[in-house]
């Protein structure tokens, strides 16, 4: 059993930066991936950003891409998610979500293949 537990959120002004962290406890090792998504009000949750555990590769949603790095640390069992010149439109809550590669080909940006969720953490953006 996996669980995993976001941090970092908060209220920043539109053009600030923002690093949320989420760490990991269980087996968490070769053939995982932690990701995170966000869900804003009244909208889907959507993908943000994924890496996988073993060789650190990332995934980031098209219309993000340039703004967010997604990171980890091994020993700590942590993921990080660094935000740069943050929008407005970027307020919602932040999700980090954990699963474990089981088939080729597998959709990293399907939140289906996530099985461990965290209770999510607060991003305020203001204008």
């Known amino acids: 059993q996996v669980h995993v537990v976001e941090s970092g959120g908060g209220l920043v002004q539109a053009g600030g930066s923002l690093r949320v962290s989420c760490v990991a406890s269980?087996?968490?090792?070769?053939?995982?991936?932690m990701g995170w998504f966000r869900q804003a009000p009244g909208k889907d949750r959507e993908f943000v950003a994924t890496?996988?555990?073993?060789?650190?590769?990332?995934y980031y949603a098209d219309s993000l891409k340039g703004r967010l790095t997604i990171s980890k640390d091994n020993g700590k069992n942590t993921v990080y998610l660094q935000m740069n010149n943050l929008k407005s439109e970027d307020t919602a809550i932040y999700y980090c979500a954990a699963g474990r590669r089981s088939a080729l080909g597998m959709d990293l940006t399907d939140s289906r293949y996530y099985d461990y969720w965290g209770q999510g953490t607060q991003v305020t953006v203001s204008s």
């Open positions: 890496i996988t555990w073993g060789l650190g590769k990332t």
């Open positions: 269980g087996s968490i090792g070769y053939g995982y991936f």
